[in-house]
């Protein structure tokens, strides 16, 4: 129920993998002390509500297998506190804002299989913390981040595959993906000859 929503003191909230329908409420922004919100794998539609920005101790936001629509409201930029921001499988479009460089504590990016576009923002590259990215199967443009590969990120994904005509060509990403036929392949010594 939308209602427990108006618990202004609680701290978490999981409810992920269920079947909740409709859209997440405004009123989650009610919610200043919440730390995690886990509403994973449901039917979610709408848009993820601009007063998320109000939660600033959010420390983990994962709304990944949803149907959520619309694009990442610049609010949610102001959670200074982040480290797994989880946008994978949605709907979700537009361009990634300049400003994801403020969540200097995000470890955890995952931004796959939504339609995202433009250029992959260099400002991912000032997040010092940053270990995984998930940037596949999305609509991106341009290479992925040269100052990404001076780090030694343990997950770094991208739509780097064909080699000769990848969407995101990668020096350094952990796995290629194709966004046309959905296979990713991990990239080691070994298997460098398969994606000449």
Same mark, same amino acid.
């Given at each position: 129920?939308?209602?427990?929503?108006?618990?202004?003191? !609680? *701290?978490?909230?999981?409810?992920?993998?269920?079947?909740?329908? #409709?859209?997440?409420?405004?009123?989650? #922004?009610?919610?200043?002390?919440?730390?995690?919100?886990?509403?994973?794998?449901?039917?979610?539609? #709408?848009?993820? /509500?601009?007063?998320? +920005?109000?939660?600033?101790? =959010?420390?983990?936001?994962? $709304?990944?297998?949803?149907?959520?629509? &619309?694009?990442?409201?610049?609010?949610?930029?102001?959670?200074?506190?982040?480290?797994?921001?989880?946008?994978?499988?949605?709907? =979700?479009? +537009?361009?990634?804002?300049?400003?994801?460089?403020?969540?200097?504590?995000?470890?955890?990016?995952?931004?796959?299989?939504?339609?995202?576009? &433009?250029?992959?923002?260099?400002?991912? $590259?000032?997040?010092?913390? !940053?270990?995984?990215?998930?940037?596949?199967?999305?609509?991106?443009? &341009?290479?992925?981040?040269? #100052? =990404?590969?001076?780090?030694?990120?343990?997950?770094?994904? *991208?739509?780097?595959? /064909?080699?000769?005509?990848?969407?995101?060509?990668?020096?350094?990403?952990?796995?290629?993906?194709?966004?046309?036929?959905?296979?990713?392949?991990?990239?080691?010594?070994?298997?460098?000859?398969?994606?000449?």
């Amino acid at each position: 129920p939308s209602e427990v929503f108006n618990l202004e003191y !609680l *701290s978490f909230t999981r409810h992920n993998d269920n079947i909740l329908e #409709g859209s997440i409420p405004k009123s989650v #922004g009610k919610m200043s002390q919440l730390q995690e919100i886990w509403l994973s794998s449901n039917q979610l539609t #709408g848009t993820i /509500p601009t007063e998320v +920005g109000l939660m600033t101790n =959010l420390i983990y936001f994962k $709304v990944n297998w949803n149907k959520l629509t &619309g694009s990442i409201p610049s609010e949610l930029y102001n959670a200074k506190y982040l480290m797994t921001l989880d946008l994978f499988s949605n709907y =979700l479009k +537009g361009t990634i804002d300049d400003r994801i460089g403020n969540l200097t504590d995000l470890k955890y990016l995952y931004l796959s299989r939504n339609k995202f576009e &433009g250029n992959i923002t260099t400002a991912l $590259v000032k997040l010092e913390q !940053l270990n995984l990215a998930w940037l596949h199967m999305n609509r991106f443009e &341009g290479e992925v981040p040269q #100052g =990404l590969c001076k780090r030694n990120m343990e997950v770094l994904q *991208s739509d780097c595959f /064909p080699r000769r005509k990848a969407p995101n060509p990668c020096e350094c990403c952990s796995a290629c993906c194709n966004r046309n036929t959905e296979i990713c392949l991990i990239i080691d010594d070994d298997l460098e000859l398969e994606f000449i």
